[in-house]
């Protein structure tokens, strides 16, 4: 059974290009969710998504960044314009249902330059 | 004010003491996480807590409701146990999390 996968784990984009950040939960799980961490700060959740619906992006910045899961195929944070601000390593987490045990993928470590 | 405290910030111990790490949070919580970071980035989830206690190998949580905090205890301390360990608790759709505890044991 595989575990949460992220795919890349290291991307590069220059200021004004786009980032994809891609999710793969585990198997079986349908309820994903993204944090980032900005270098030296700690973990701050983003945005809850299940299949095809977006149930919390409270922690979303209103601009730039968007997130879907969609019924097939992994969950993305995309990112548009990105600036050096967004550097920071994009952790996604699945699990099987509302408030249970989340499992972490590797994570996403994105420098903007 | 962050919903949630860690302490010690920093933490370094000999191999084999006992260490605890403390994690008290100000919001109502649905469950409390600990979450283990390793040098290398990667996450694993350790415990999830809504009351009492759990144990795991050499590691026990304890969660204190009604004083909104818990604890999380490392018996025999191993080199291999270093790494930041994480406080999170859920509340509704969100998790907050703590700023970590970095933690090394000396061989």
């Known amino acids: 059974n595989a575990g949460v996968m992220q795919n890349p784990r290291h991307l590069v984009r220059r200021r004004g290009q786009e980032a994809r950040l891609r999710c793969s939960p585990m198997?079986?799980?349908?309820?994903v969710y993204w944090y980032r961490q900005l270098p030296e700060e700690g973990l701050k959740f983003m945005v809850y998504?299940?299949?095809?619906?977006?149930?919390?992006e409270s922690g979303m910045p209103k601009e730039r960044f968007s997130a879907e899961f969609p019924k097939e195929g992994p969950s993305i944070l995309r990112i548009q314009q990105v600036v050096r601000g967004d550097s920071a390593a994009y952790f996604c987490?699945?699990?099987?249902?509302?408030?249970?045990?989340?499992?972490f993928g590797p994570g996403t470590r994105l420098l903007v330059l | 004010k962050n919903e949630v405290e860690q302490s010690p910030q920093n933490l370094t111990a000999q191999e084999g003491e006992f260490i605890t790490i403390n994690c008290s949070y100000s919001v109502g919580i649905s469950a409390l996480h600990w979450l283990q970071q390793h040098p290398g980035g990667g996450i694993v989830s350790l415990f999830m807590l809504s009351s009492g206690k759990k144990k795991h190998g050499r590691l026990i949580a304890t969660i204190n409701i009604q004083e909104k905090h818990s604890s999380l205890h490392i018996t025999a301390s191993h080199p291999r146990d270093s790494a930041v360990y994480i406080c999170?608790?859920?509340?509704?759709?969100?998790?907050?999390f703590g700023t970590g505890t970095s933690l090394t044991v000396i061989p």
């Open positions: 198997k079986g799980h349908s309820h």
């Open positions: 999170a608790v859920g509340t509704g759709n969100q998790f907050y």
């Open positions: 998504l299940q299949k095809e619906n977006i149930i919390d």
């Open positions: 987490a699945s699990s099987r249902g509302e408030q249970e045990t989340q499992y």
